[in-house]
C-alpha cells in the first residue's frame, strides 16, 4: 500500500494543472450543492429569528375585524395572550417652518398592556409606559430631535391634543421594530385618543405552551373567528412556498454546474488513466491485485472529492453571512443571525462529491485493468472509436424519456427531467452525427482532390479522441448557449425603459390633491399618478396574494410596465398576469369572480370579464398581476396612487423642490437616471455571476478537449512517426490535426445551437413554474455568432497537439515499435 499511495500522491504532485482543473469543478459544484440544500433550512431558521425579534415568543397573530373582549382565547389550548391595539395618529414636530402643511408629523401607535407586553418579550423589563407616558423608538427620537423626559403632543381620532412624556429611547427590537415611527403606549391611555374613549383591541399575539399543540390552537382560532386572519410564525404557507420558489431556482443552477462537472470530469479522467496505464503495468507485474489497482485508480480522484468539496464548503461558509444577509432585506438592528449549515449537509455534499468522482473515472478503470501487460509494455492503445450498444439504447431511452417530460408544461420535477434527458440523451448519440459529418465531408473533400483534408474527415469519424472532443463539445457549448440566452432575456428585463418621465416619486397614502401644487413647480411639464398596490384576493372563491394596477383608459403615458396587454380596459374588465390564468384555468373572454380586502373589514366581491393576458409585467417581475380600470381601482381601494411620476426640464431641481415642501407626503424621490443607476449596478452583478459561470464553463470544456487530442496524440504518436517518415511533413500533419479539430468542434457547434435554443424554453419554463416571469428572449444572430466564437475556441485546441508532435522524435517512435 506504500507503493500505491507513494505513486498516487506523485501523480498529483507531478500534473498541478490538471489537479487544478478538477478541484475547480469539484469547488464550483459543491458550492452550488451547499446553496442547494443549505439554503431551504437557513432562511427558515432566519424568518423565525426574525418572526421572534418583532413578535417575542408569540406563536401566532390574529387579526379580527372587530374589536375582541376578554373572552378571546376562551377553550383555546392553554396559552398567553398580548391584546394590541394600533391607530395612526399625527403628531407636533420640532420644525422652524410657518408652512401648515409641515407642522405635523404621522406616527403609529401600538397600545399594550405593560405585564402582557413583558411576558411576551416584545417590550423589555422596566419599560414605564402607564400614567400617560410613551417609548418611542431611537431612530425616531434623532429624527425629530426628542429626549428622554420631553413632551410629545399626539393627535389620535378625535383631533384632540393629548400630551405625553417620553419615558424612552428604545431600540429597534419586539414592538420598536414595527416601524421607525412606532410610538408605544399602555392601552389604558390609549383611550385618550380613541373616538370611543376606549383603546379598540383587533391584534392579539398568542404564545402556545406546549409547542405541539400550535396546529391545534391554529385551527381553533379559525373556527372561533372566521373572518380574521390567523398567522402561524412556525408553519407559514405562503412562507414555504416562496422558499420553495427559491430553492427550486438554485436547484436548476446545481443542475447546470452538475452536469458540466460530470463531462468534464469524465474526459479528464481518461486522460489520467491513460497516463497512468505503466504504473498499471507495473503493479499488475508486481503482482498486486485488480482490488488495489482499482483502489490506486480511483483513490486519487476521491482524494481530489474530499479537497475540493471541502474547499467549496469553506467558500461557502466565509460567502454565506453577506448573501442571506442581502436576501433578507430588513433594518440591521432586527437582522437575524445567519446560522451555520447542518453537520449532516456538510457530510452529504462532501461524500457526493467523493461517490460521483469515483463513479466518473469507474468506466475507464475496468477498462485499464483488462488491457493485456503486453499492450501495456508496449504501449499499444486502441484509438479507433467503437461506439457502445448500451450507450446507444440509454441515449435513445432518454431522449424518448425527454419528448414525454416534454409535454407536461406546469410540472417543474417532469421539466427538470426533460432538461437533464436531453443534454444526456445528446451526449451518448452525438458520436453518430459527428461520424456521418465526417463521412459527409471525406467524401466532399476527395471530389474536390483535397487529400490532407479527406484524411482529416476520415480521421474526424474514425479516432476516440476527437469524437470524444465533439461530444464533449457539444455538451458545454449547448449548456453554455443556455446560460448566455438566459442572460440576455434577463439583460432585457433591467434594459426595460418602464419609467418615461424624470422623476419617480413613492407616496406614503397621500389623496392626489394634497400634491397638486407639484404641478405649479418651476420646471415641471407633466405629471402623472400611478396606482398599485398588493392585496390578499380570492380567485374564484381561492386565496391568492397578486399585484393589483389601476389603469387609465388608453394607458398611462408615463409608464410602460406591462407587455401583450390590452390598454382599453373597461370597467367591468381586467387584465390577468399569465401566472394566474394558467393557475386557474382561465382564457381571454372568460368571467372571473374575484373578492379584493379579504383581510380588511369589508371586502368587495366583483365579476370581471378577462379581457387581456399579461405576458411581462417589468415592474414587479411576477405572472401575478391584475389591472383593472382606474375608476373601478380608487371605487375598491380609494384615491391613493402609490407613485407620482413628474416630467420636466430639470430633473435635479424639480427632486430637490418635491422633497423641500412634500414632507412625510413623498416617501421616495429619485431621478429616473438615479433609478436606472441602481437597476445598472444590480444588472451588472448579476451579469458577472452569469458571464463567470459561462467562462467557467468553457474553460473547463476547453482543457478538457485539450486533455482528449493530448491523450488521442499518445496513441497516435507511431502512426504519425510513420507518415512524416513516409510521405507526410510535419507542416501537412499539423494542417491535418487543425482540420480535423475544426470539423469535430463544427458538427459540435452546429447541432448544439438547436440543442441549446431548445433546452432554453424547457429552461425558462423551470422559471416560469416558479414565478419568476423573464421574457424569452433568443437571439439567433448572436448565438451564431457565439456558437462560431467557441469553434474557434475549440478549434484552437488543435495547437497544442501540434506542439507536441514538433517535439515528436520520430526516430526513437520508429525504434520502439
Known sequence: MRLIFKHIFKDILAHKLRTLLLLICIIVCSFTAMLCFDLSGSLRIMLRGLFSTVAGSSDLMIETKTPVGEDFAEGAPDSNILRIGESGCYFDRR??????????????????????????????????????KAAVGKAFAEEFGFEEGDKIVLHGDRDVAVEFTVSSLEEQQGLFAMGDNTIVISIKDMGELSLGGEAEITTVMVDIKDDSQIK??????????????????????????????????????????????IFVTVSVSERMITDKMSVVGTFRSLGVSSAKTT?????????????????????????????FSSMLVVDDAIRPKVPMPKFY?????????????????????????????????????????????????????????????FFFKESFTMNMVCFVCIIAGAALLFNYVTRAAAKLLAKIFDK??????????????????????????????????????????????????????????????????????????????????????SDDVKINDKDEMIYVYGWKEGGNELVDSFEGMDNNIAADEINLGKIIMRKYGLSVGDKVKMTFLTKGYL?????????????????????????????????????HPMYLFVKGDDPKAIKKSIQDHSADLVGMSMTSTEYMMQLAVQRAMIMMIIHALILIGVGLTFIGVVSNQLIGLEGRKRECAVMTSVAMPRKKLSKMFLIENMIAAGAALVF????????????????????????????????????????IIFSLVSLFPIRALKKMDVVSQLKYE
Open 448 to 533: 474536390l482532390n483535397w487529400p490532407i483534408a479527406h484524411l482529416a474527415a476520415v480521421e474526424a469519424g474514425a479516432k476516440k479522441s476527437t469524437v470524444g472532443s465533439s461530444v464533449l463539445c457539444v455538451t458545454a457549448a449547448a449548456l453554455a448557449l443556455v446560460i448566455y440566452m438566459f442572460s440576455n432575456s434577463l439583460s432585457s428585463v433591467y434594459s426595460k425603459e418602464v419609467f418615461k418621465c424624470d422623476v419617480i416619486n413613492g407616496l406614503t397614502g397621500t389623496k392626489p390633491t394634497m400634491l397638486s401644487y407639484i404641478d405649479q413647480l418651476d420646471g415641471v411639464e407633466k405629471t402623472e399618478f400611478f396606482y398599485l398596490t
Open 95 to 132: 420644525i422652524d417652518s410657518d408652512y401648515s402643511y409641515v407642522n405635523r408629523g404621522e406616527a403609529n401607535i401600538v397600545a399594550v398592556d405593560p405585564d402582557e407586553g413583558k411576558n411576551m418579550n416584545v417590550i423589555r423589563d422596566g419599560l414605564e409606559i402607564d400614567g400617560m
Open 216 to 261: 391545534e390552537a391554529e385551527n381553533f382560532f379559525k373556527e372561533k373567528y372566521p373572518t380574521a386572519e390567523v398567522t402561524n410564525f412556525i408553519e407559514d404557507k405562503d412562507l414555504e412556498n416562496s422558499i420553495k420558489s427559491i430553492s427550486r431556482i438554485f436547484l436548476i443552477l446545481f443542475a447546470l454546474c452538475m452536469l458540466l462537472v
Open 603 to 639: 371586502p368587495i366581491e366583483r365579476e370581471f370579464t378577462i379581457k387581456s393576458k399579461i405576458d411581462i409585467d417589468y415592474g414587479t417581475g411576477s405572472g401575478t398581476s391584475a389591472v383593472l380600470n382606474e375608476e373601478t381601482y380608487k371605487e375598491i381601494y380609494g384615491d
Open 345 to 405: 449537509v456538510y457530510l452529504g455534499v462532501i461524500l457526493g462529491a467523493i461517490v460521483v468522482e469515483c463513479l466518473c473515472p469507474i468506466k475507464e478503470s475496468v477498462k485499464a485493468l483488462r488491457v493485456p501487460i503486453r499492450d501495456i509494455i508496449f504501449n499499444t492503445k486502441e484509438t479507433e472509436y467503437k461506439p457502445s450498444k448500451v450507450a446507444t439504447i440509454i441515449g435513445f431511452v432518454l431522449l424518448a424519456a425527454a419528448a414525454v417530460c
Open 295 to 323: 483502489f490506486a485508480l480511483i483513490f486519487e480522484n476521491a482524494l481530489f472529492g474530499l479537497v475540493g468539496s471541502s474547499i467549496g464548503i469553506l467558500l461557502y461558509i466565509l460567502i454565506k453571512e453577506p448573501l
Open 752 to 791: 448544439a445551437v438547436p440543442i441549446g435554443m431548445l433546452m432554453s424554453v424547457i429552461f425558462m419554463r423551470l422559471m416560469d413554474i416558479t414565478e419568476n416571469v423573464i421574457p424569452m428572449n433568443i437571439p439567433v444572430v448572436k448565438c451564431i455568432f457565439y456558437a462560431v466564437f467557441l469553434w
